[in-house]
């Protein structure tokens, strides 16, 4: 079992096998040599090669739109997959006029496509905010084969609540990255609850 969120050693980023546990990542060479495999692959390769450029070019500098932009540039991605939340409907708006400013095609799907009912997953009146199953669902498998009918280059995920987030990089093709994820109390800021976790929220999460 692998415990890099516990270590404090961080022989791995300073390339010092001595300052690593006995059960450290680095040491697993089988999934290493693999794992350096993978990257020779055309289009591994390409992803990572262009992530490295964005972050040493953009640190600091640039905002996560500005960053996700620039790698699709450097990647050759102009025909981009924006996967919305409702809830960000106007977020969205900007998001795709932002894009196609800077000379993208925006393709983009709404999670309330198809207006499939809840009830046909089985969720029952009392199980809804709204008091009734029949209300339209999130649809993030449909999403994403809406992206894949439409052969995006890269997506987009913005705002996808937890789950949905899930089905929708399940069935993406393309290469995917999230500019935003849901988070309704923090106003889509899910860290800020992270930071304050030993204070205000310490009764929340260590009940």
Excluded: W
Aim: a neutral charge.
């Amino acid at each position: 079992m692998y415990i890099c969120a516990d270590c404090n050693l961080q022989g791995c980023k300073l390339k010092d096998m001595e300052k690593t546990p006995e059960i450290c990542p680095c040491k697993n060479t089988e999934v290493q040599e693999k794992a350096k495999e993978l990257y020779k692959e055309e289009e591994n390769a390409k992803i990572a090669y262009n992530a490295a450029l964005v972050e040493s070019e953009g640190y600091g500098l640039l905002c996560r739109m500005e960053e996700i932009m620039m790698f699709c540039k450097k990647c050759g991605y102009n025909k981009i997959g924006l996967v919305f939340c409702v809830g960000l409907k106007n977020e969205a708006k900007t998001v795709a006029k932002i894009l196609r400013h800077n000379g993208f095609e925006v393709v983009s799907a709404i999670c309330k496509n198809g207006s499939i009912p809840k009830s046909s997953i089985g969720i029952k009146d009392e199980q809804t905010l709204s008091g009734c199953a029949n209300e339209a669902m999130c649809n993030p498998i449909g999403q994403a084969l809406l992206m894949n009918e439409q052969k995006t280059e890269c997506n987009i995920l913005l705002g996808l609540c937890v789950g949905h987030d899930t089905l929708a990089m399940k069935y993406l093709e393309a290469p995917t990255t999230v500019l935003a994820v849901k988070d309704r109390v923090t106003g889509h800021n899910p860290l800020a609850a992270i930071y304050v976790a030993e204070s205000y929220y310490k009764k929340r999460f260590f009940k």
